[in-house]
């Protein structure tokens, strides 16, 4: 049936899957069709383009640590506003490029985004939104058959798109030595995750991480109870109110902290745009010489180097040092303390740039050359160890909270809330049953009521019960050699247990990390991802135009 319309099933719609959509919406906007269209996207989440992560009714003290300036759905203004733009029409008191914004603004955002552009996609092609959960993907004569969670209707596509993301709110690995379970098994979302009931007042809480989520939680517990943060000079004072918790006790396997996001518009950096520009030009060479290269003896060496000549820029130097002493440190209670105050005071302003900082700077403004030139096997085999334990290291220096989430941070140590002295930790049994968690160092211990993990599941950990564990189960999907998510190919297509591309299914967005760098951004332009799959859809309804000559 040549008139058949092309059966196209869009699997999960978060920001990614409205990444795809957009473009997809733009390419049809772009040619002649001859062949029908039909677009099914399956979200069970109440705000399609925002999902689970930026679900617009979570509390505003969740915060962004990615900049206004940076976030943006279209690729043109006379498409649709940038965040900021947005921001200046439904909440000007937070429109300011440097700011760091509520997930739940971000959200708002992302979901008029996502209304906005069905409305332009409904021009070109039938669409329905299906709010089941995909539960598994089989192939069958007729293209794949979409299983949901609620059963009963059959869903057959041509194509299929999947853009899961998180796969939802759940639970991570634990760690090997880990002998006891979780009370809260993950963090989000925080209202019911960490409630009163879950985690009583005056109760004594472990959480496991002390990452981005980690502050959450922390904010969740006290915050989200009622308690005021009240300025205090340059820091914060908190005001508690009697629903906290007794004492909070985060720990990892390093035990370091996770370092301030700086404001630009608060230090003084004089313009560093050539030394940015020459080094990433060096890396960029690396990927002319035809072979993989390797991370240890090739690319860092010229991250370093950046991050020295930024240093020296600002009358430091050290840079290199600084880092070998970072990874190598495992910091008590006062040292933690100081290297996350000094990361605030650095990023505001109030003490000179750090070789914290330029380590950080660097591997920010180098990453979108770094994406192009690991990702797709750019990057040796034996050499994924290496980068994966720097690159680890560097979500700390580079990738860390907002300002104003450290402060909070810092005020809930200084008031005695929150509990530094078991940061590299582990939870066990003690000899009654009842957890306790034990310092990796010198078995110092405490006993807790409650244990929290904050660690959410990584890019190859798919969902037991979700599309991505059935196309492995059948050897549709096979691990990266990298151990983050799954192998792809240039299209976007899976790499069967057999070496083939899967036909007909595209992979985007977290679960290929690995093959893809830099999956967890909100910078449509830092992956192609979307673009190839919609140019490969709207290939297949393209009118052809025939040679009258």
């Given at each position: ?186 963090v989000y979302p925080v209202e019911s995750q960490l409630s009163p009931a879950m985690a009583p007042a005056s109760s004594h ?279 983050c998510g799954y192998q792809i190919d240039r299209s976007g297509r899976p790499i069967t247990a057999t070496g083939k591309s ?48």
């Amino acid at each position: 049936m040549p008139n058949r319309p092309l059966r196209v099933a869009v699997i999960g719609c978060g920001p990614k899957g409205l990444f795809c959509i957009e473009q997809l919406t733009k390419q049809l906007e772009n040619v002649d069709t001859s062949r029908p269209l039909s677009v099914t996207i399956f979200e069970p989440a109440d705000f399609p383009g925002a999902g689970l992560v930026y679900d617009p009714r979570q509390p505003h003290y969740l915060r962004m640590n990615f900049a206004v300036r940076h976030i943006d759905v279209w690729q043109r203004q006379e498409d649709g506003p940038s965040l900021l733009d947005w921001l200046r029409e439904r909440h000007p008191e937070s429109a300011a490029a440097d700011q760091f914004v509520p997930r739940a603004m971000v959200g708002e955002y992302l979901h008029d985004c996502y209304l906005a552009t069905t409305i332009r996609l409904e021009q070109h092609a039938t669409l329905s939104r299906v709010r089941d959960r995909v539960v598994d993907l089989q192939e069958v004569n007729t293209g794949w058959r979409v299983v949901t969670d609620r059963g009963g209707d059959v869903y057959e596509f041509d194509e299929v798109l999947l853009t899961v993301g998180h796969e939802g709110w759940r639970s991570s690995t634990v760690d090997r030595q880990q002998t006891t379970t979780f009370d809260t098994s993950h963090v989000y979302p925080v209202e019911s995750q960490l409630s009163p009931a879950m985690a009583p007042a005056s109760s004594h809480i472990a959480i496991r991480g002390i990452g981005l989520t980690a502050i959450d939680a922390m904010l969740a517990l006290t915050e989200g109870r009622g308690g005021r943060f009240r300025p205090a000079g340059d820091a914060l004072r908190y005001e508690p109110v009697g629903t906290e918790p007794a004492r909070i006790f985060p720990y990892s396997r390093s035990g370091r902290p996770m370092l301030a996001k700086p404001n630009p518009q608060q230090m003084s950096v004089p313009d560093l745009t050539g030394v940015w520009q020459h080094y990433a030009g060096d890396l960029a060479t690396l990927a002319s010489r035809g072979r993989a290269v390797h991370f240890r003896e090739e690319i860092w060496p010229k991250v370093e180097a950046a991050a020295e000549a930024a240093l020296r820029e600002v009358g430091g130097s050290g840079a290199a040092p600084w880092f070998d002493s970072w990874r190598n440190g495992c910091p008590g209670s006062d040292a933690f303390r100081d290297q996350l105050s000094a990361s605030v005071e650095v990023a505001t302003g109030r003490q000179a740039p750090s070789a914290a900082w330029a380590m950080g700077e660097a591997w920010r403004r180098l990453y979108p050359t770094l994406v192009n030139l690991i990702s797709y096997d750019g990057l040796a085999k034996d050499s994924w160890r290496d980068f994966r334990t720097v690159a680890a290291e560097m979500e700390r220096v580079a990738f860390g909270p907002p300002v104003e989430n450290c402060r909070k941070f810092l005020a809930l140590v200084d008031c005695g809330l929150v509990n530094l002295n078991f940061l590299q930790g582990t939870v066990t049994p003690c000899e009654t049953g009842l957890p306790e968690l034990r310092t990796v160092e010198d078995n110092r211990t405490v006993r807790i009521d409650r244990h929290v993990n904050a660690v959410l599941p990584g890019p190859g950990a798919s969902h037991p019960s979700g599309p991505l564990h059935s196309l492995a189960q059948r050897g549709n999907l096979v691990p990266h050699h990298s151990d983050c998510g799954y192998q792809i190919d240039r299209s976007g297509r899976p790499i069967t247990a057999t070496g083939k591309s899967l036909c007909s299914v595209t992979l985007v967005g977290r679960p290929t990390e690995g093959a893809v760098l830099g999956n967890d951004t909100l910078n449509p332009r830092l992956h192609d991802g979307p673009t190839r799959w919609a140019r490969h859809i709207a290939q297949q309804v393209q009118r052809i135009k025939r040679n009258t000559q």
